[in-house]
């Protein structure tokens, strides 16, 4: 079963508008956490915003908030008020612990966001 | 405060070459990545270390690919012999611990003909 699943992958989006990109997860570790990271066509992973197992509220960076349902399994991004600038890839990656005090990252296969004018 | 470091950023070779990429962490930081990601997916990690020890190596091919971290700083990534499947872009990244937010470089694009 894939432990991180994006299921857009695409989305558009007017300037100036909020837009929601999905992810859900699995796994059976509780302490897990999410992750958001956009690339742009530059190549570079960008960190966006970080969502705890335990966290009782939604995590908010500037724009960008997680819509965490943990009973759904969903860790859905959101950002508001699209720029241009937010055309990228956007990528959901979950934490678990892998051995000992050692964690690991597993992306998704990526949503690619384009913001028209 | 400087970022990830990476080169080359790009890199062509012909199958069964051998090929190296370099990788400076943030200063400070005890955990590096390596991952790879072929076009239109997601990153895979290859290997992790914890400062110079290898913690996670399970995805990487080992007939093929090596990686060291001297010293718990700089690291590098080397494929001998290269196959076409290899390419992809090779990431890495370093973060202050494991499990916490990973900082990336830019990449090396590795095209294999």
């Known amino acids: 079963a894939q432990k991180i699943t994006q299921t857009q992958p695409g989305m558009f989006v007017q300037e100036k508008e909020a837009v929601t990109l999905d992810c859900t997860y699995d796994t059976s570790d509780p302490s897990y956490g999410l992750f958001w990271y956009k690339q742009p066509s530059s190549g570079e992973m960008i960190f966006l915003i970080y969502q705890g197992s335990y966290d009782q509220q939604n995590a908010t960076e500037g724009r960008y908030s997680l819509n965490f349902q943990k009973a759904r399994k969903s860790a859905n991004l959101v950002i508001s008020a699209s720029q241009l600038g937010d055309s990228a890839m956007y990528f959901c990656?979950?934490?678990?612990?892998?051995?000992?005090?050692?964690?690991?990252?597993?992306f998704g296969k990526g949503t690619l966001l384009t913001v028209n004018p | 405060e400087a970022g990830v470091a990476q080169s080359p950023r790009y890199k062509i070779i012909e199958k069964r070459q051998s090929v190296a990429f370099w990788c400076n962490p943030i200063?400070?930081?005890?955990?590096l990545y390596w991952y790879q990601q072929i076009l239109g997916q997601g990153p895979k990690l290859l290997i992790q270390f914890q400062n110079n020890g290898v913690v996670d190596d399970s995805q990487l091919p080992k007939d093929r690919f090596s990686a060291e971290r001297l010293k718990g700083v700089d690291s590098t990534l080397k494929i001998q012999p290269a196959k076409l499947e290899d390419s992809a872009v090779y990431l890495c990244a370093s973060s202050l611990d494991s499990g916490v937010e990973q900082y990336f470089g830019p990449g090396t694009r590795l095209t294999v003909t």
């Open positions: 200063s400070g930081h005890a955990t």
């Open positions: 990656a979950m934490r678990e612990r892998s051995g000992g005090s050692n964690y690991k990252l597993t």
